[in-house]
T-cell receptor
Framework: DAGVTQSPTHLIKTRGQQVTLRCSPKSGHDTVSWYQQALGQGPQFIFQ???????QRGNFPDRFSGHQFPNYSSELNVNALLLGDSALYLC??????????????FGEGSRLTVL | AQSVTQLGSHVSVSEGALVLLRCNYSSSVPPYLFWYVQYPNQGLQLLLKYTTGATLVKGINGFEAEFKKSETSFHLTKPSAHMSDAAEYFC????????????FGSGTRLSIRP
């Protein structure tokens, strides 16, 4: 049973570019959440997708956008990259029934470096 | 709104010694509380969680935590540290109405001395 898979694992971009990160949730999960983890910090909630809609959003600018597909996989897009966007981006999946109880399963993350 | 404060960004203990990682929370609604562990170059793994009921929660790898409402604390303990426990530990909180919008603390790095 595959867990949460993310791609790419590492990538380097320059300021002003755009990036797309991808996530496949754990089998049987229908909700995907994205987190940003800067070096030495805890994960910061970006947004959550369920039924192909953004359900909740953290304190991130509109440069951060996402999408969820009918097969529950998800993409995170970041436009006009800034140096401060350099971080580990974590995808977490869960089942609808467990959305209130924290049963999040995390991928290993995509490490983005902005030069 | 919810928030979490983890006291001590780095804790070092000897192998076999007691592990105590401190977490205090703030929540405007009854909280659900969690501890996650992150090993190097890996994602986060759930160690244990408190939702309702018994305030002493047992998790994986011999860890446990006690919810103390009067102290707004949820400290993580393990009676005897093992070298394999070296990792980053995150305390996290959500409220039922937040539907798994989980707020994480800044983390505590646990080192184990031989």
């Amino acid at each position: 049973d595959a867990g949460v898979t993310q791609s790419p694992t590492h990538l380097i971009k320059t300021r002003g570019q755009q990036v797309t990160l991808r996530c496949s949730p754990k089998s049987g999960h229908d909700t995907v959440s994205w987190y940003q983890q800067a070096l030495g910090q805890g994960p910061q909630f970006i947004f959550q997708y369920y039924e192909e809609e953004e359900r909740q959003r953290g304190n991130f600018p509109d440069r951060f956008s996402g999408h969820q597909f009918p097969n529950y996989s998800s993409e995170l897009n970041v436009n006009a990259l800034l140096l401060g966007d350099s971080a580990l981006y974590l995808c977490a999946s869960s089942r609808t029934s467990s959305r209130g109880t924290g049963e999040l399963f995390f991928g290993e993350g995509s490490r983005l470096t902005v030069l | 709104a919810q928030s979490v404060t983890q006291l001590g960004s780095h804790v070092s203990v000897s192998e076999g010694a007691l592990v105590l990682l401190r977490c205090n929370y703030s929540s405007s609604v009854p909280p659900y509380l969690f501890w996650y562990v992150q090993y190097p170059n890996q994602g986060l793994q759930l160690l244990l969680k408190y939702t309702t009921g018994a305030t002493l929660v047992k998790g994986i790898n011999g860890f446990e935590a006690e919810f103390k409402k009067s102290e707004t604390s949820f400290h993580l303990t393990k009676p005897s540290a093992h070298m394999s426990d070296a990792a980053e530990y995150f305390c996290a909180v959500t409220g039922y109405s937040s539907a798994s919008k989980i707020i994480f603390g800044s983390g505590t790095r646990l080192s184990i001395r031989p």
